[in-house]
């Protein structure tokens, strides 16, 4: 695994580590969300929670609603993990 795809992967983990925190933050299950979200199956949340998906752009304000959050603060959180260079260009130094 090349240096930039093991950073990747260690971005969206630390993405996953926080988004988990959030939905238990809110008192939801991986089913729970799944449910709000409209998603058939839970393991998409899993997967995403464990770094091997990210939530996609076009879902994140649902995400962000279902987890009782901003969704710009939401977007531009995820941002700091999925494109921390388009983030540092937009906001600043990150974290």
Do not use: C
């Not at 987890?67 to 531009?76: G, I, S, V």
């Amino acid at each position: 695994m090349s240096k930039a795809a093991s950073q990747t992967r260690a971005l969206r983990k630390e993405a996953g580590n926080w988004l988990k925190s959030r939905r238990t933050e809110a008192g939801l299950s991986q089913v729970d969300l799944a449910a709000r979200l409209g998603l058939k199956y839970y393991t998409f949340i899993s997967q995403v929670e464990n770094g091997f998906s990210r939530v996609p752009t076009e879902t994140m304000e649902a995400w962000a609603l279902a987890l009782k959050l901003d969704p710009a603060d939401f977007a531009k959180h995820l941002l700091v993990y999925y494109e921390p260079e388009l983030h540092r260009l937009l906001f600043g130094a990150s974290k």
